[in-house]
């Protein structure tokens, strides 16, 4: 594309942005940067609007971007800096973070995102692939009633009552803990598979009847701990824009679970994603703008922004940008255990109910 029609197209975009109307050739004229006739830019416009990157929206004159127009107009734009200001207090809160498990990084990097942007923000962490578990424990509660506790590297915990038909006796329990920490201390969550655990059961020899619930407990309990991989951050910053419909939102927030699709093919860079295109992210006249971030190489998970389809795109991508350097950095950093060990101690904050 020719700079000119480039530098309409981009003048489009920005007064829709900042106005939500279709925006004419006078109008053009009057805010671009070049000195170009009247008649140059609505022939320019007229071809814009060929090539499907502008449309009529009504009977109006003006025009307004498409998707397509608004992706081309995404994947030129200069790089950006942040504002100083907003850099330094970043850089003091990532340094706040250092120590800090994969799970409590990714969740307070969110926060501070959708409090930088005033979005929400769809965070999804795939950290799970570098987790291994160091820790299950079983805690008598009650008659029949058992606790199955599981920890792992990345920071995570999570408990399992397990209703069992008999009470074990001390033998049965000591046979269990020393079973568990000899087959699973170390174990990576996505190797407990069915036939990973079938081979553990077959293991369990004359225990077998009696300790197979709680090795259920425990794929249980690892199926869980890579399934919940997606929080939202900021819903009210959701909730509160006029232009998105509530019925909508609140469907997202109820099945955020969806999105990981969006994250699934953002394998690098910035992804944008509007509503009213595919069938992951439904809510009317909004946008997502994914980015990934990565741990010792590989991808970890992602940060998406959501929000109308006339988000600042320019004052919004450079703050994603910024955060996933800053989170990428953090976990690889922890990955390469020079910055302290996260699988120490686990504090009861950090602990996933």
């Known amino acids: 594309m020719e700079n000119r029609a480039y530098k309409i197209l981009e003048t489009i975009v920005d007064e829709y942005i900042r106005t939500g109307e279709p925006i004419g050739s006078k109008a053009v004229m009057e805010l671009l940067d070049i000195k170009v006739s009247s008649a140059t830019i609505r022939n320019e416009m007229a071809s814009l609007e060929q090539q499907g990157l502008l449309e009529h929206p009504h009977t109006s004159a003006g025009r307004v971007p498409t998707y397509k127009g608004l992706r081309l107009y995404i994947s030129r734009l200069a790089e950006k800096q942040i504002p100083e200001a907003d850099r330094v207090e970043i850089d003091r809160l990532f340094e706040e973070m250092e120590g800090m498990t994969d799970e409590v990084i990714i969740e307070n990097a969110a926060r501070a995102l959708a409090d930088f942007t005033k979005c929400a923000i769809v965070s999804a962490n795939d950290t799970d692939k570098f987790s291994v578990i160091t820790k299950v424990e079983v805690i008598p509660t009650g008659r029949r009633m058992y606790v199955l506790m599981m920890m792992t590297s990345g920071g995570g915990i999570k408990n399992r009552v397990c209703r069992l038909s008999f009470d074990l006796t001390h033998e049965q329990m000591d046979f269990f803990r020393s079973f568990v920490s000899e087959n699973l201390q170390g174990v990576n969550l996505r190797e407990v598979s069915d036939s990973f655990m079938d081979d553990l059961t077959a293991a369990l020899g004359s225990y077998m009847l009696s300790l197979s619930p709680l090795l ?46 969006a994250f699934d093919k953002t394998f690098s860079g910035i992804n944008v994603l509007f509503g009213e295109e595919n069938n992951t992210f439904v809510i009317s006249n909004s946008s997502m703008i994914t980015g990934t971030f990565s741990k010792d190489g590989e991808n970890a998970g992602g940060f998406g922004v959501i929000g109308p389809m006339r988000l600042e795109y320019k004052k919004i991508i450079p703050y994603i940008e910024y955060f996933t350097d800053k989170v990428s950095d953090l976990l690889s950093r922890g990955a390469d255990g020079s910055e302290g060990d996260d699988t120490d101690e686990i504090k009861e904050e950090e602990k996933d109910e």
């Open 216 to 261: 259920k407990g425990i794929a249980d309990l690892s199926a869980d701990m890579i399934n919940e991989r997606v929080r939202i951050e900021g819903e009210e910053n959701l909730i509160e824009c006029s232009e998105l419909k509530g019925t909508e939102i609140a469907k997202v927030l109820r099945k955020k679970e969806a999105l990981t699709a």
